[in-house]
């Protein structure tokens, strides 16, 4: 089953015949919509209930009735079983910390998933779960063109150039990050963003970062070209049109941490289901899109109304 049949298959509702204009971002036309003032501070806000759904699984009530069950909790992909969660809770030595091999990392060290269901990155702003979640908000809202980033109330993303380096110890395939964007998907359609966005979004993480040995891409504007492959099992993931092999060193395949602290259960998901099951690819193509900042699409998501999210995210948030 392919991307956008999964995420229509979930959902049932009232239709808002609304576009997105072509010269509005992702990130700034959502802000307007879910939270009325696109300002940074509301952009950073829409970013991390995103992101922390993303991971979490859902959180926010109510929704429009699309489950996630987020990154944390297994799941099958591509007839495959996956589980990510040894790569934030420290059971795997899959970490990039600067050394030649993959060290073991608590990324869930701040308090895992308690802290994200009240809309922080961690309970502190020194864990390592604050460090990996507020530059995930960053990232992502440079991906989906946030306008506002960068001025007071939304940081700017000034962590690693390139994905590669960050995720080259965590030997990960084409199962895993069809997973993972599947998430990303899921998490937004939960908040009512069009189908049409959504395959755009999941679209450009494919082509930027889903592919095999891809040549140097610009993810953040600021940083231009570096590697950003993260699917780098030549086995399983495709391989990328004018692909640049020799520029990626060979794989390592991440060990058991000994003695490595914090579980899963700790952040476990909070969705409606512990185990997700996705088959297909995550989006129906792995050929370079369109620009997630570029789509245009109806304004409500798979039939749901924005009426419904944004009294559910105005609740949350009051």
Do not use: W
């Amino acid at each position: 089953m392919h991307f956008s049949k999964v995420v229509l298959a979930v959902a049932v509702g009232t239709v808002v015949n609304a576009q997105r204009p072509q010269n509005t971002s992702i990130c700034d036309y959502y802000t307007t919509a879910l939270l009325k003032n696109n300002t940074a501070s509301n952009q950073a806000t829409l970013l991390t209930l995103l992101v922390n759904t993303v991971v979490i699984g859902n959180y926010t009530m109510p929704n429009v009735g699309v489950s996630v069950p987020g990154i944390l909790a297994p799941g099958t992909s591509d007839n495959k079983s996956v589980n990510l969660a040894p790569y934030f809770n420290g059971m795997l030595a899959s970490t990039n910390t600067g050394k030649d091999k993959g060290e073991s990392v608590n990324f869930l060290d701040g308090g895992g998933a308690d802290p994200l269901k009240m809309n922080k990155p961690a309970n502190d702003n020194t864990s390592k779960q604050y460090f990996l979640l507020t530059h995930l908000y960053q990232f992502f809202g440079s991906l989906l063109g946030c306008s506002m980033q960068g001025m007071p109330g939304f940081d700017a993303y000034g962590g690693d150039a390139s994905m590669y380096e960050v995720h080259k110890f965590m030997d990960l395939g084409k199962a895993e990050m069809d997973y993972f964007i599947m998430q990303v998907g899921l998490a937004a359609a939960s908040f009512g963003v069009a189908k049409d966005d959504i395959t755009a979004v999941a679209t450009s993480l494919n082509t930027v970062f889903n592919q095999a040995c891809a040549p140097p891409a610009t993810a953040v504007k600021a940083q231009g070209d570096q590697l950003q492959a993260i699917c780098i099992d030549q086995s399983t993931c495709p391989k990328a049109q004018n692909a640049q092999c020799d520029k990626y060193a060979t794989v390592q395949k991440p060990v058991n941490a000994t003695g490595a602290a914090g579980g899963s259960s700790s952040a476990a998901s909070t969705g409606s289901s512990m185990t997700a099951t996705t088959s297909g690819s995550a989006t129906g193509t792995r050929t370079a899109g369109g620009s997630a900042s570029t789509s245009t699409g109806a304004a409500a998501a798979n039939g749901y109304s924005f009426a419904a999210a944004a009294a559910g995210m105005a609740a949350f948030l009051l």
